[in-house]
């Protein structure tokens, strides 16, 4: 009879450490998983601020000459065309100056563009005349077109100017 009650408890003492070892084990994971996570979250934020912060405002052809500010940039691009990686990279590198320009961007793809959008370019002030047929940069200054750039080698070239 002692040596059945022996071994239940000998049987009994290792069930109960396999339980010890097993909670330790899942407790450790979900300790690992938490920290994973959480350093995975905060690195995850920080990127996205810094995302926020190159971004530029879209508008509308609508709101091209209505802008807030005195002077700023506006690019009208085709979002088809793969030069807009190219536009994003001198505009990051010219907003990181210290008297930068705003710059906002306009899809000439949405719906709400497709009206602006002709065989020919026709760079004007009033704004129910403008046309454009592909990748523009728009100079404004005082609320008119101050200057203008079309097609993307040369929005290319005045964007590397102006970033350097």
Known sequence: ?????????????????????????????????????????????????NESVIQSEKIIFGQLLNREAEEYYVIAYDSNNKSKSLYDKYITKYNQKENHLSFYEININE?????????????????????VNGDVLFKIKNNKIDDYKVGSSNINNYLKEISE
């Not at 070892?21 to 998983?33: E, G, M």
């Not at 719906?111 to 026709?122: I, M």
């Open 1 to 49: 009879m002692k040596k059945n009650s022996n071994l239940i408890n000998d049987n009994s003492q290792d069930q109960i450490k396999n339980l010890i070892i097993v909670v330790l084990i899942i407790s450790i994971i979900f300790v690992a998983f938490y920290f994973v996570t959480k350093y995975i979250l905060i690195n995850k934020k920080d990127t996205q601020i």
């Open 111 to 131: 719906a709400f563009n497709k009206s602006f959008v002709a065989d020919s370019v026709n760079i004007t002030d009033d704004i129910s005349k403008l046309k």
